[in-house]
């Protein structure tokens, strides 16, 4: 699947619409790239079964990764770990764990407090999410 897609340009990482992916999260040769969970959802969750991932296998992003404290406040609150998370296989990480959690990290954080062991998430192959894997371009604020 080639898409032209014009490179998405925000002036905030938060307004990459999906899993972000720079720094320590970048995939290998990109710089600035996004899983486009609108692109995926779709596509490649219709009659997708959940399955049981132990948590210690998946690595997800610090509830600071945006600056202020995610797992804290209104939307840690309505966080609610009932909803599977969508995880990908094998999909490079910082922490080299076997899953990349690409949508549900505050429910993820609920369920690690709780003291949880394992949950029930979307698994995606890396390979089936390539893509839905686009550019973006952080530009300064004027």
Request: glycine share 8%; hydrophobic share 40%.
């Amino acid at each position: 699947m080639t898409d032209q897609r014009t490179i998405l340009r925000v002036d905030a990482l938060i307004k990459v619409p999906g899993h972000s992916m720079y720094g320590d999260w970048a995939l290998p040769d990109r710089n600035y790239s996004y899983v486009s969970l609108a692109d995926l959802l779709p596509v490649l969750l219709p009659g997708k079964m959940t399955e049981r991932v132990k948590l210690r296998d998946i690595w997800a992003k610090p509830g600071d990764a945006f600056g202020g404290n995610d797992f804290a406040g209104p939307r840690f609150e309505q966080a609610d770990p009932k909803f599977p998370g969508l995880v990908v296989r094998d999909m490079p990480n910082p922490g080299n764990a076997k899953y990349r959690m690409i949508d549900g990290r505050r429910r993820l954080e609920k369920l690690r407090i709780e003291g949880v062991d394992s949950g029930l998430y979307y698994v995606f192959e890396y390979t089936e999410i390539l893509p839905f894997i686009f550019e973006f371009e952080l530009i300064a604020q004027s």
